[in-house]
């Protein structure tokens, strides 16, 4: 067994430090896997899911070679050489008739791999593509708009260090989604001084902890926190001095909750009104109170509101700018991008918005919403997109609508996964490229967002690339060439200059960036070929982490300094840092004494008003659930639930999982008695969209009416023998695209109505 290694846990989006001995032939085999005490946030801590990342390096769906598919669906092998040519030759024919934007990209990185969507942007800037999607248009750019209109800003809750905590549709003890989510469940439990709030239909395993469960109905979290705000402020217990110091829009929104039915709205959300009064009191005589929200509300019925009432519960209470509330971190590269936006009107409603080109949905923070990707496609519109290149990403499990989106991928004149597994996604592309995985190459992920210092982790790779793949700065470098998009010795000059050393490269490579908008396009590529050989031994890859060290110190000197990097040479000193940090480093320090000069507004003041959550906020008056049950589908279904052994499509063989409750459908005892439905029994389960077969296991923590079904199931896999291994539910065979949010158009995946019938044996 070999020495222990440093790393990271590709799971989630936490991303802990761990510490891996290898094993088996060439040391090729994750055996031991334990948490890396070194690491600056996750300090030792791992969750259950680590223990066997194994699953995830050395499954049996790896690819090993390029493959191209036949006219009859099967694939070949084809070499890197041909694979490359004809791809770039039929984008490139495409760019010609069509145009570079009817080219589309998806993904980029998934829960611990970021690096590769950097170097894909040099392929994109290349092509001309101007539409971007990924998972995050999925869940959070609802949230990201909710920010950016509120502060200009996507800001950090620090939960750590509040006293009153509130966990809004998140189940950290089996999503994490936050450092250490275990330790400091238990912390805060013992903790006298301070309070844990959850909101949730389920007991969740995460309220087992809370010191107040609001077990409201689903999809009706709107409604509860409305109530919450409008006893706040109908209780008179608003810091007015500090709302009318830091923020504009105050009186409107007063005047708009002082209106609120509290009580009312309280029944309608499931809860009594002492209930919402308890929590608002808590709130408002907090001294620090931190929210955390994840796609509990961002999946759920009103989630762009409820987004936004989320951040106004903090805002009007004043909890902003201090340690253990909200705050602005400084991060190398901002993984949730600011959603810019143009003029409001006299309603505070923006006037204009960059949508898609057919189906015209909206495009937040650079993103479209996948949700509208096979709208887009299946038409006869000569705007709709020709090709499309899908990287780290599964959309066609991941996306609403499955049967959809893969129609809409085979219609396409080019399509291309780049993906170190053969997945759902890939099967219905024309070629597919093998990536090497997150521990045979450099990695990192853009996900660290703390306060006040932040860090950032460059992986080294732990294991020899599987042969045949390459890492994405090789595949997406080989595409440019092969677009021919520089001349020979177009470069020269900076291969000069990077062996002349790295202060000779960095003034003539920006020179070259600010003076050549050719290179500004690829300047990712530019990095890996002309810095990437002269890096040491193995390192070319992170050269364009080189490049964001430059514009992350050159943007934020001072706290860059007070992480210890200074000079002319601070932005490369930490980059040498972070290569010779296994474990991690601080690369920042930022201070909550600026907190307001850093909401970038002309008056540095916190916009209170959303106008179009406005009007939506004088709807809910009416007391209409906006997703609701009917006598053909009596349950909400939960299509997609976090649980012991769920990670996302990150591990394909559900033999990973431990025990049966795994993956199986979930109903409440009650339901399932009262239907004459059995522990254990095999349930059809029917929606609009779809129906599948499943197997039932009671849980009684759910919400009466609820049915769920883990996230990430239904993959397919076969074992070493050949044979199909089942693995539950395929979640997205049984939504609709078009059940989605009206603002933003992310999936309502927390409330699919549903029906359960049990199977013919
Ligand atoms: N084990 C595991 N962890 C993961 C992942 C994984 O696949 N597996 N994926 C990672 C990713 S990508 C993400 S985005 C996060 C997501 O992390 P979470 O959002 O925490 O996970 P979920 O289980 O999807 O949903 C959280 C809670 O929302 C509740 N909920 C359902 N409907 C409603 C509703 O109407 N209102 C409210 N208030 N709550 C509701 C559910 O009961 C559940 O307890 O997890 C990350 N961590
Ligand atoms: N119905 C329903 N749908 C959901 C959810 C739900 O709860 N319910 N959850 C949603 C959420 S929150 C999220 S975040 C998305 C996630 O959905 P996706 O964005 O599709 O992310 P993953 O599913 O993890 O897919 C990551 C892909 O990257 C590949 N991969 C892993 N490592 C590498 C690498 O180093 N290089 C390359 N090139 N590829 C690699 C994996 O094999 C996998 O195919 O799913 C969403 N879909
Ligand atoms: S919390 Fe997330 S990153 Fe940490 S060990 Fe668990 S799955 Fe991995
Ligand atoms: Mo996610």
């Known amino acids: 067994m070999s020495e222990w290694k440093q790393t990271a846990c590709n799971l989630c989006y936490v991303n802990c430090g761990v510490e891996v001995q290898l094993g088996g032939e ?146 950290p003890f089996m999503s994490n989604g936050m450092n250490q989510a275990r330790n400091f469940l ?34 009706r979290d709107a409604w509860c926190l409305a109530a919450i705000i409008g006893r706040i402020v109908q209780a008179e217990t608003l810091p007015l001095a500090w709302l009318s110091e830091h923020t504009s829009g105050c009186e409107k929104v007063m005047a708009k909750f002082n209106a609120i039915p509290v009580a009312q709205y309280a029944r309608f959300a499931g809860l009594e009104p002492e209930q919402v009064n308890e929590v608002a009191a808590v709130i408002a005589r907090s001294t ?10 961002q999946m759920a019925p009103h989630s762009t509101l409820v987004s936004y009432l989320n951040m106004l519960l903090s805002l009007l209470t004043g909890h902003f700018g201090r340690p253990g509330t909200l705050a602005i971190p400084v991060q190398l590269v901002d993984i949730l991008p600011v959603d810019r936006f143009g003029e409001l009107d006299e309603n505070d409603k923006e006037v204009s918005r960059r949508q898609l080109p057919v189906t015209k949905a909206p495009i937040h923070s650079n993103m479209y919403p996948g949700n509208y990707l096979a709208e887009e496609i299946l038409n006869d519109s000569d705007e709709r997109p020709r090709a499309i290149v899908i990287e780290s990403s599964n959309p066609v499990h991941s996306l609403a609508q499955a049967d959809k989106l893969r129609r809409a991928i085979r219609s396409l004149e080019c399509s291309v996964a780049i993906d170190i597994a053969m997945t759902e996604t890939a099967r219905e592309c024309d070629y597919i490229l093998p990536a090497s995985t997150q521990y045979e190459k450099w990695e990192a992920t853009y996900f660290p967002r703390n306060f006040p210092e932040n860090y950032f982790h460059l992986r080294p790779p732990v294991i020899a690339p599987l042969p045949g793949t390459l890492p994405e700065a090789e595949i997406h470098a080989r595409l440019v060439e092969a677009l021919g998009y520089f001349a020979d010795g177009e470069l020269d000059e900076l291969h000069e200059a990077a062996a002349a050393g790295i202060e000779t490269y960095r003034d003539v490579f920006f020179n070259a960036v600010m003076g050549n908008p050719k290179i500004k396009k690829a300047i990712s590529y530019v990095l890996y070929r002309t810095l990437g050989p002269t890096l040491p031994e193995g390192k070319a890859t992170t050269a364009a982490v080189w490049g964001l060290c430059q514009v992350f110190a050159m943007t934020y000197p001072e706290y860059v300094a007070k992480a210890g990097f200074t000079g002319p040479a601070a932005a490369t000193a930490l980059f040498n840092t972070l290569l010779d940090s296994p474990s991690g480093a601080v690369i920042a320090v930022a201070s909550h004494a600026d907190t307001f000069k850093r909401v970038p507004f002309p008056d540095h003041k916190i916009r209170l008003v959303i106008g179009e959550l406005f009007e939506e906020l004088d709807e809910l008056q009416r007391l209409r659930p906006l997703v609701d049950t009917s006598t053909e589908y009596p349950f909400a279904l939960v299509a997609g639930s976090r649980r012991a052994y769920t990670a996302n499509c990150a591990i394909r063989d559900p033999r990973w999982a431990k025990g049966k409750a795994a993956t199986a459908l979930t109903i409440h005892p009650d339901d399932a008695q009262r ?82 019938y049990i199977s013919e044996a």
């Open 288 to 297: 620090s109170f931190a929210t955390e929200e994840d796609i509990g509300v």
């Open 675 to 756: 239907l004459n439905i059995p522990d254990g029994a095999r349930v059809t389960l029917k929606t609009k969209g779809g129906q599948a077969e499943a197997r039932v296991a009671y849980d009684e923590r759910l919400h009466p009416g609820t049915l769920s079904v883990p996230n990430g199931q239904g993959m397919h896999f076969e074992d070493e023998a050949g044979k199909p291994v089942d693995s539950g539910v395929y979640a997205n065979e049984l939504t609709s695209s078009d059940h989605r949010d009206k603002f933003i158009g992310t999936p309502l995946h927390k409330f699919v109505p549903a029906n359960i």
């Open 186 to 219: 238990r912390a805060i439990a013992k903790d006298a001084s301070r309070t844990l709030i959850v909101i949730d239909p389920r007991r969740s395993e995460t309220a087992d902890y809370a010191d107040i469960h609001l077990a409201v109905k689903p999809g």
């Open 26 to 171: 060439g040391e090729r085999e994750i055996v031991k896997v334990r948490g890396d005490k070194a690491h600056p946030k996750s300090q030792g801590y791992i969750c259950n899911k680590a223990a066997r990342l194994d699953f995830y390096q050395n499954s049996a769906a790896r690819l090993q070679h390029p493959l191209r598919r036949r006219q009859d669906g099967s694939f070949e092998q084809v070499s890197w050489e041909t694979a490359i040519a004809e791809i770039a030759a039929k984008l490139q024919a495409i760019k010609e008739h069509h145009g570079g934007e009817r080219i589309f990209y998806y993904g980029g990185g998934s829960q611990g791999n970021h690096l590769g969507g950097a170097y894909g942007s040099s392929t994109l800037g290349v092509l001309g593509v101007k539409y971007k999607g990924n998972a995050l248009s999925q869940e959070k750019t609802g949230l990201a708009w909710v920010f950016s209109r509120m502060l200009g800003a996507c800001p950090h809750a620090e939960i750590e260090k509040a006293q009153t905590v509130m966990f809004l549709g998140k189940n």
